[in-house]
């Protein structure tokens, strides 16, 4: 699988993040990741630590570092 896809219209990522253990965690970071401009879908499943978003365009790993960060966890970087 790779780690970012373009379709039309669409761009999706997969990040790592350390630190969920949870469902109430997988909310905490997809809520929050759901607020930057531009992110149409999100899913965080604790299990693996993997992120799923999809955007309009590339997003600013500096914006979704800060998102994470703002709910407890470490963004560790793309999957």
Known sequence: MTAQTET??????????????CG???GSVSSEIAEI????SVKAVASTGE?????EAPLDEAALRAAV???GF????KA
Do not use: F, R
Request: charged letters at 15%; hydrophobic letters at 40%.
């Open 8 to 21: 039309p219209g669409s761009v999706t990522a997969v990040y790592k993040v350390s630190g969920m253990s």
């Open 51 to 55: 992120v799923t978003v999809v955007s």
């Open 37 to 40: 401009a531009g992110v149409s």
């Open 24 to 26: 109430h965690c997988e």
């Open 69 to 71: 960060d703002e709910v």
């Open 74 to 77: 470490e963004l560790v970087g």
